[in-house]
């Protein structure tokens, strides 16, 4: 069975940092492009980073770069979102998302969520 | 990029009933249309890929038909587990983009 499990978010001030973490099973993690996906409260999906198998390519949404980094440990089976400069406009709930081998930027299986909440 | 709209907005339907909604593209996607199912609290579940093909597991209530900026999500008879939201989504063109949803409620 898939699953991906998202950790790390938080309460974090403007300004600051947070390190997202997703841990996946049940597939051959380092065959997978991998994407996180966001969702303000109440609000609908925006996609905000995807990384190749290899971790050689690296996508970003505008709004995020420059602060964000994805990265991925195939070793570990694990998938990352660095995020620095945090806005208030960050806050979300971030879904990691596992892309189809046969198509990219479709999303096959999703994450719960980490919800990230950027407020002084 | 390529914006995507969904209408309507909230659409009310009894059990039993047939739903149907629509999401445009501002321009063309060819077949390149997903649709994705949220219930409150969980994650987005993957219905509908190639614009028609349902995913994995996917009951055959639900079917998608069209092609380039106009697509349709139909849901034939509404059970009591298919009051969510629903998200179309483009992956024809880079960045990917959801369109702003359509939550489908009771009547």
């Known amino acids: 069975e898939v699953q991906l499990v998202e950790s790390g978010g938080g309460l974090v001030q403007p300004g600051g940092s947070l390190r997202l973490s997703c841990a996946a099973s049940?597939?051959?993690?380092?065959?997978?492009?991998m994407s996180w996906v966001r969702q303000a409260p109440g609000k609908g999906l925006e996609w905000v980073a995807n990384?190749?198998?290899?971790?050689?390519?690296?996508y970003y949404v505008d709004s995020v770069k420059g602060r964000f980094t994805i990265s991925r440990d195939n070793a570990k089976n694990s998938l990352y979102l660095q995020m620095n400069s945090l806005r208030a406009e960050d806050t979300a709930v971030y879904y990691c998302?596992?892309?189809?081998?046969?198509?990219?930027?479709?999303?096959?299986?999703w994450g719960q969520g980490t919800l990230v909440t950027v407020s002084s | 990029e390529i914006v995507m709209t969904q209408s309507p907005a909230t659409l009310s339907v009894s059990p039993g009933e047939r739903a149907t909604l629509s999401c445009r593209a501002s321009?063309?996607?060819?077949?390149?249309l997903a649709w994705y199912q949220q219930k409150p609290g969980q994650a987005p579940r993957l219905l509908i890929y190639?614009?028609?093909t349902r995913a994995t597991g996917i009951p055959a209530r639900f079917s998608g038909s069209g092609s380039g900026t106009e697509f349709t999500l139909t849901i034939s008879s509404l059970q009591s587990e298919d009051f969510a939201v629903y998200y179309c989504?483009?992956?024809?063109?880079?960045?990917?983009?959801f369109g702003g949803g359509t939550k489908v409620e009771i009547k």
């Open positions: 990384i190749k198998q290899d971790g050689s390519e690296k």
């Open positions: 998302a596992r892309e189809s081998t046969m198509i990219v930027d479709l999303f096959d299986y």
């Open positions: 049940g597939f051959t993690f380092s065959s997978y492009w």
């Open positions: 190639g614009a028609s």
């Open positions: 989504q483009q992956y024809n063109n880079w960045p990917p983009h």
């Open positions: 321009q063309s996607v060819s077949s390149n």
